[in-house]
């Protein structure tokens, strides 16, 4: 029994990591534009299948391949495939700044929100005609074979993930607090027209939102690809698991987002120990009673509209 | 007798529609005028929540989900009628409505899109893997389809039915909407604070608008599993809540015809395209990252630009109402503050402050910049709550009770910043000031009780009344937004003064104004102080507070430094401290 609660707690946390990275992209979002990307999840999914691709084309095989059969990619291949799915997906971001975002940002009735869902329905439209809609199993750069820790069958794809999260989370705390760039970044969130008054470029920084966002995503299917096999429906209940995250956190505080992210996976695989087919319902009740008694989230501030 | 042209033009129209499709004999066809039919419900609903109340919905494939399978259920577990069933299904979906609606209670705007989005993926989910009771991708069969004289409908009864069914739905909800409601549901759209501060119970409004949407939606999905006889998970997708939603959006929010619209020209085009699903997803993605952008008033609002706005109709004859009285007359303590107190963290705005407002006068709340006055009327309405002390209107304790309550009570407010709703037109922005003095209730406004009309009728005479009052009558048809700063301010005014205020709490009313508007906006005062209505106003302008005040109070910081005639006041060594420094010795001295 306790060696099933300590596996599910440590998947948890995996898969916890991977719902962090996208908490992250909807917390930065929102704090320099004000806006969400609806997509995230669909960019989750576009992140997984870039970085597959870029193992199929490294290996010969044809991109619209749905089976890796044998092949096994090698370390530089993985890598490769890594900052394809970050760039990408980085360039994904800047477009759909410029498409879907700039023209309605800060304009009322959030139309934004249609435009972003939008960009996501076409990528995975077209994810669908060159893959289909079969999920995909993707070697894993750390192999598959199960390590034991105190006891505890667990993968290392899993340890990876968790892993790579953290630093990520460390790396982006410092340059937000210790930088110049964060420092403009943090300028622009708390008010766009002044920051714009003492030099800051703030069109480029709300595009640097989208782009490291979209490229957090890329990252995030990325590592949940061999985990989970890619498909192009998984991003959608990432996404969302993402944004509960976020929510329970606190979308206006990054390090309570990451948090959020990690306790909202622990707690759904704790649930799926229990109860399977319960998860989602459990997920979404524990949003919603987070939100009843905090609705900035357990460590956002609560926002004061001046009137 | 244009009001019964109305209802009569839409029976024609349906009544023809049904002749043409009696006509059309193809099972295709007949099929395709019918899930018209069904995505027309969903939309008319789907109309509300969006264009009315401005609440983005993703989730309706849940609601249109709880509709179906409501029938499903009810009439294979149990031996139910199944006319019975379809109420019992619209029943149990406008449940699951008031279900999404409570999270709307403390998130807003793209949380709530997003909680909305989480409760369709949940349902989705649920009838997909919960097999037991769902049946999954399996799903139920034998349902019972709707009878008529005891055998079950044929192709083109379904479609009778269903045309039948979207006439009712256009005309209940076209009553609903160009009344009380919805402005009420409008407003709250444009400003919620502002919404409640003129006594729209902003909560409730949004339940309803939610329910409504519910309601319509689990109606189709009923109707859609009666049908077919069959229902599965594959029904209820996230691209179903899209769809819906594009409905609306496509074909015009807000309007009364966009869903129509939308629906006709969609459900054509997602026929068409039926054989190549990958193309079909991909142009709904397109519509919607691209069709606010081209056209944001919808296919609807892109032929209104080309037919220019349509005229309103001049005000008809208007029924004799009662001359200007606004309130009671009389004197004795209207509002009592005592010990006052609010601390944001180690700010206070507002330290033990206590004072007392008479009936008839008007008085004036003054104080350099960060004295704690505006903060003190946010907190006399409502829209901030005080740390501690005690607030008595009318011999009653107010602190704890809603903004909306407390305009009921009789406090009318204007804002520091305006708060118009800039894109409702000055007569409905002065009606809806009159919301909560209005008395026709929901089902009266739905189904348009003669008594509701007559409502209406008085409310926008009084309305045009009240516009008279302040000289803005010629320009009753004009958005809010577009008239000059000065003319907005008065029509903030008459907004107030239409929900029949004791007192009345002006934030810097003359902010903005120049000096010929601000005497301008003095005499106004003076009459309406001589209706009745006792005014509290936070101003700079000394020479209007001096002119027309009869009692002054003076706030530093926080803290009442002073009150009296506007003579004394002026004469107050504190309150001459306060405004402009004292000398070196006596701050030391001090």
């Given at each position: 029994m306790?060696?099933?609660l ?10 916890g990591?991977?719902?962090a990275l ?6 930065i979002?929102f704090t320099t534009?004000?806006t969400l990307?609806f ?7 576009a ?5 597959m691709?870029a193992?199929?084309l490294?290996?010969?095989?044809p991109?619209?391949s749905t089976?890796?059969?044998d092949?096994?990619p ?11 799915a ?7 971001g800047w ?5 879907g975002v ?7 009735g ?11 329905v076409?990528l995975?439209?077209?994810g669908?005609a ?7 199993v993707?070697p894993g ?8 820790v ?11 993930t968790?892993?790579v999260t953290?630093?990520i ?7 937000m607090n ?6 403009a970044?943090r300028?622009?969130?708390a ?10 470029n703030t069109?480029?920084?709300?595009i640097g939102?989208f ?5 957090l995503a890329g990252?995030s ?7 989970a ?9 990432v996404g969302l698991?993402?944004f509960?995250g ?5 979308l206006?505080n ?17 649930v799926?120990?229990?109860?399977a ?9 524990l949003?919603?009673l987070?939100?009843?008694?905090r609705p900035t ?5 609560t926002?004061?509209?001046k009137? | ?5 109305h209802p009569i033009g839409?029976?024609v129209a349906?009544?023809?529609?049904i002749?043409a499709?009696?006509?059309l ?9 019918f899930?018209m ?10 109309n509300?929540l969006?264009?009315y109340a ?6 309706q494939?849940?609601?249109?989900a709880?509709g ?8 294979t ?8 069933a379809?109420i019992?299904?619209a029943?149990?979906?406008?449940v ?19 909680v909305?989005?989480a409760f369709?993926?949940?349902?989705e989910?649920l009838v997909g893997?919960w ?6 991708a399996?799903g139920?069969y034998g349902?019972?389809?709707l009878?008529?004289?005891?055998q079950?409908?044929s ?6 039915f269903g045309?039948?069914?979207c006439?009712l ?6 009553n609903?909407l ?5 402005r ?5 759209q444009a400003?919620?604070i502002?919404?409640s ?5 902003v ?32 029904f209820?997708t996230?691209n179903?809540?899209i ?11 807000g309007?009364?015809y966009?869903?129509l619209?939308?629906t006709v020209i969609?459900?054509?085009i ?20 691209f ?6 008033g919808?296919?609807?609002g ?5 037919f220019?706005r349509r005229?309103?109709a001049p005000a008809?004859a208007?029924?004799?109402i009662a001359?200007?009285?606004m309130?009671?007359?009389g004197?004795?303590?209207l ?8 601390t944001y963290?180690?700010?206070k705005?507002?330290q ?5 407002l008479?009936?008839?006068?008007i ?8 004295a704690?006055k505006s903060t003190?009327i946010n907190?006399?309405?409502?829209v901030?709550?005080?740390?501690a002390?005690s ?14 309550a ?16 800039a ?11 009159r919301h ?8 009266a ?5 003669p008594?509701?009309?007559r ?5 926008r005479?009084?309305a ?9 009558a010629?320009?009753?048809?004009q958005p ?8 907005q301010r008065r029509?903030e005014?008459a907004?107030?003064l239409a929900t029949d205020?004791?007192?009345?709490l002006?934030?810097?009313p003359?902010?903005?104004l ?6 301008e906006?003095?005499?106004?005062l003076?009459?309406?102080?001589k209706?009745?209505?006792s005014?509290?106003m ?9 002119s027309?005040s ?8 926080g803290i009442?430094i ?6 004394e006041v002026?004469?107050n060594p504190r309150?001459i ?11 030391v001295a001090a």
């Amino acid at each position: 029994m306790a060696e099933a609660l300590l596996q599910a707690i440590i998947s948890g946390l995996a898969v916890g990591g991977a719902y962090a990275l996208v908490a992250l992209g909807f917390s930065i979002t929102f704090t320099t534009t004000k806006t969400l990307n609806f997509s995230h999840g669909e960019f989750v999914s576009a992140g997984a299948f870039i970085g597959m691709s870029a193992l199929f084309l490294v290996l010969g095989l044809p991109v619209s391949s749905t089976t890796f059969g044998d092949a096994l990619p090698g370390a530089g291949a993985q890598l490769l495939a890594l900052v394809a799915a970050m760039g990408i997906m980085g360039l994904l971001g800047w477009a759909l700044y410029v498409v879907g975002v700039r023209p309605f940002a800060g304009r009322p009735g959030m139309a934004w929100v249609m435009s972003t869902l939008g960009f996501g329905v076409i990528l995975q439209s077209v994810g669908l005609a060159i893959w289909g809609p079969k999920p995909v199993v993707v070697p894993g750069p750390v192999g598959d074979s199960v390590i034991r820790v105190l006891g505890v069958g667990v993968r290392p794809q899993e340890l990876l993930t968790l892993a790579v999260t953290v630093v990520i989370m460390i790396g982006f705390d410092r340059v937000m607090n210790r930088t110049m760039v964060g420092k403009a970044m943090r300028a622009v969130a708390a008010n766009g027209n002044v920051a714009s008054l003492m030099g800051i470029n703030t069109n480029a920084i709300m595009i640097g939102a989208f782009v490291v966002s979209s490229a957090l995503a890329g990252l995030s299917g990325f590592l949940l690809a061999p985990i989970a096999q890619a498909s192009l429906f998984m991003g959608l209940t990432v996404g969302l698991k993402g944004f509960s995250g976020a929510m329970i956190g606190g979308l206006n505080n990054p390090r309570g987002c990451v948090i959020g992210g990690f306790v909202l996976g622990v707690f759904e695989s704790l649930v799926n120990l229990w109860q399977a087919q319960w998860r989602e319902v459990a997920v979404f009740a524990l949003v919603i009673l987070v939100l009843a008694f905090r609705p900035t989230g357990l460590f956002g501030r609560t926002m004061v509209e001046k009137v | 007798m244009s009001r019964a042209l109305h209802p009569i033009g839409v029976l024609v129209a349906a009544a023809a529609l049904i002749g043409a499709t009696s006509l059309l004999g193809n099972d295709y066809y007949l099929r395709i005028v019918f899930m018209m039919c069904v995505y027309y419900l969903c939309a008319a609903g789907m109309n509300v929540l969006v264009g009315y109340a401005g609440q983005k919905s993703l989730g309706q494939a849940g609601l249109f989900a709880a509709g179906a399978y409501a029938v499903a259920l009810l009439t294979t577990q149990t031996e139910m009628n199944p006319w019975l069933a379809l109420i019992a299904a619209a029943v149990i979906s406008g449940v699951c409505g008031v279900l999404i609606a409570l999270p709307s209670l403390r998130v807003k705007g793209p949380y709530l899109a997003m909680v909305t989005l989480a409760f369709g993926i949940v349902v989705e989910k649920l009838v997909g893997e919960w097999t037991e009771v769902f049946g999954g991708a399996q799903g139920i069969y034998g349902i019972k389809p709707l009878t008529w004289s005891g055998q079950p409908l044929s192709s083109e009864q379904w479609v009778w039915f269903g045309i039948a069914l979207c006439a009712l739905t256009h005309l209940l909800l076209r009553n609903l909407l160009q009344g009380r409601f919805g402005r009420a549901l409008l407003s709250l759209q444009a400003d919620e604070i502002a919404s409640s501060s003129v006594g729209v119970r902003v909560y409730r409004a949004k339940v309803i608008a939610f329910v409504v949407a519910a309601v319509t939606c689990g109606i189709a999905g009923a109707l859609v599993a009666q049908q077919n006889q069959y229902i599965n998970s594959d029904f209820i997708t996230f691209n179903l809540s899209i769809f819906i939603l594009l409905l609306v959006l496509f074909g015009g929010a807000g309007s009364q015809y966009g869903p129509l619209v939308g629906t006709v020209i969609l459900t054509i085009i997602d026929a068409a395209l039926a054989r190549w699903p990958s193309a079909q997803h991909f142009l709904y993605g397109f519509m919607l990252l691209f069709a606010l952008y081209v056209m944001p008033g919808g296919v609807v609002g892109l032929f209104a630009k080309w037919f220019g706005r349509r005229s309103e109709a001049p005000a008809a004859a208007r029924p004799t109402i009662a001359p200007m009285r606004m309130a009671p007359a009389g004197g004795g303590e209207l509002l009592v503050v005592q010990g006052v107190t609010k601390t944001y963290g180690g700010v206070k705005p507002a330290q033990d402050v206590s004072f007392r407002l008479q009936r008839g006068h008007i008085h004036a709340l003054i104080g350099p910049n960060g004295a704690g006055k505006s903060t003190m009327i946010n907190m006399l309405t409502g829209v901030v709550q005080p740390s501690a002390g005690s607030i008595r209107f009318l011999d009653r304790e107010i602190i704890g009770r809603p903004a909306h309550a407390i305009c009921c009570l009789g406090m009318g407010r204007t804002f520091q910043n305006l708060r118009l709703f800039a894109d409702l037109s000055v007569l409905d922005n002065v009606m809806l000031g009159r919301h909560s003095r209005m008395a026709n209730g929901f089902f009266a406004s739905l189904v348009a009780l003669p008594g509701a009309q007559r409502e209406e009728a008085l409310t926008r005479a009084r309305a045009m009344q009240l516009l008279d009052f302040v000289d803005l009558a010629h320009l009753a048809h004009q958005p809010a937004g577009s008239l000059p700063y000065g003319l907005q301010r008065r029509v903030e005014l008459a907004r107030a003064l239409a929900t029949d205020p004791q007192l009345l709490l002006l934030d810097e009313p003359a902010a903005g104004l120049n000096p010929q508007e601000t005497a301008e906006l003095g005499q106004l005062l003076v009459r309406i102080g001589k209706c009745g209505v006792s005014i509290l106003m936070v101003e700079h302008h000394m020479d209007l507070v001096m002119s027309v005040s009869d009692h002054v109070i003076v706030l530093d910081y926080g803290i009442k430094i002073a009150e009296g005639r506007p003579a004394e006041v002026q004469c107050n060594p504190r309150v001459i401290e306060a405004y402009l420094g004292a000398d070196e010795p006596e701050a030391v001295a001090a």
